[in-house]
């Protein structure tokens, strides 16, 4: 795989070639085939799915179940197991009210993680507001992978759910959800996975992790804003209820009462995404055209390269493990400076990084930081932008010195 020649593909990148943009653990950028399909959805094929008996309607559904199962066939899952929803957000929230709000009662416990996204927190912190449940949280260790001793005692008769992010927005950390997977169904848990992070850079085979529910961002892996998965096990999606209620996702409506569609229908009320699922599904076929493991190589030695070139900066602090279950994510600080002077300072150099506490207050209250500055890498960045980078850290750590 040959990033530079690639790079032909991302319109944004081939017009901006003095960018160095380092910040697709947010969003990824869009290769010409996602726009083009976007587009011709709206020049070809403009028209609702599942409710028309002519030709138009039929080919758009088509195209949007076929998106379907480009998805199914990506995460190794049926399509009827494949919901398509807005993003990550919305999936975990549909886990936690149409699965937690209807199965959790007090005293009952989600287990989560340190190291957790808000997406894979604060949906259960409602539902347990209005349950009982209680949350916990798998511990990490220095390194930054998770405390895999303390399931042990955490996991018990009370453990309805194991909320577990597959690979860390700020540390890099890819955890081992099989592992972790295989101790929740012991203890008759449900496993929910987030897998923002991990779908876009590496091989996902749900079937193999034993999630019960895995969640994507179609915009991190080179697809459009507004399009995103929930793979459910197909028993567990047809015991539960309806997360929103409308058109679309009924069998029957009465008056009084009503009955629902199967899954993944059930779950998919109003028009859906349609240009942008089926946008989506192209991500996806070139995703796997390329090879997800010759993706996870490339960022895997990216990674390796950039923590080796920052290691040059004294100044600079970088956190996460090092070794084969870290991704193409840097989170660092420098010396004293705030996160969002480096970012901004950065800028001025033409290296695009985010800054912040990425949606992860928890995590970075643990390592002991407001903020911190973060660097993620994809299939389209190079080891001339990670060299362009730290050569850009180094001008900015020479030019604050005084404040570090």
């Known amino acids: 795989m040959d990033p530079s020649a690639l790079r032909e593909d991302f319109p ?64 190794n899952a049926s399509p009827q197991e494949i919901v398509f929803v807005r993003n990550t957000t919305e999936a975990m929230n549909l886990v936690a009210y149409a699965w937690g709000l209807r199965n959790l009662k007090e005293n009952d416990e989600v287990l989560v993680t340190e190291m957790e996204h808000h997406a894979g927190l604060v949906p259960w912190h409602l539902v347990a507001e209005r349950t009982g449940a209680r949350i916990r949280a798998i511990p990490i260790t220095e390194e930054g992978r998770l405390d895999l001793s303390a399931l042990d005692h955490l996991l018990t008769e009370r453990t309805k ?94 008056l009084d009462r009503s009955t629902y569609a199967k899954p993944p229908q059930r779950f998919e009320a109003g028009t859906p995404p349609i240009a942008e699922a089926i946008a989506l599904g192209r991500a996806a076929e070139y995703l796997m055209a390329l090879g997800m493991e010759r993706v996870w190589a490339h960022d895997r030695a990216l990674v390796d390269y950039a923590l080796d070139r920052l290691s040059e900066i004294p100044e600079v602090r970088t956190f996460g493990p090092r070794g084969p279950d870290r991704g193409g994510v840097v989170a660092f600080t420098l010396g004293r400076l705030h996160a969002h002077d480096v970012a901004t300072a950065l800028d001025q150099e033409g290296v695009a990084v985010r800054a912040g506490h990425h949606c992860a207050q928890p995590l970075h209250r643990r390592l002991g930081v407001a903020a911190t500055a973060r660097a993620s890498f994809y299939l389209y960045n190079t080891r001339e932008e990670v060299d362009r980078f730290v050569e850009a850290l180094k001008k900015v750590r020479d030019y604050f010195k005084v404040w570090l």
């Open 161 to 254: 759910v194991v909320s577990l992010v597959h690979m860390s927005n700020v540390l890099g950390t890819v955890n081992p959800v099989a592992e972790v997977a295989r101790k929740a169904k012991e203890a008759g848990a449900l496993v929910v996975v987030d897998g923002a992070q991990s779908a876009p850079h590496l091989p996902v085979d749900v079937k193999a992790l034993g999630a019960d529910f895995f969640a994507l961002s179609g915009h991190k892996m080179l697809g459009p804003t507004g399009a995103g998965v929930l793979y459910g096990r197909y028993e567990v999606l047809e015991a539960m209820g309806p997360f929103l209620g409308g058109g679309e996702m009924i069998q029957e409506v009465h």
């Open 12 to 75: 944004l990148l081939a017009r901006n070639p003095g960018l160095v943009y380092l910040d697709s653990a947010a969003t990824s950028q869009k290769p010409r085939a996602v726009l083009e399909a976007l587009e011709a959805y709206y020049q070809t094929l403009n028209a609702n799915v599942h409710r028309g008996a002519y030709a138009l309607s039929v080919a758009a559904t088509e195209a949007y179940e076929g998106a379907r199962r480009s998805l199914a066939r990506f995460l």
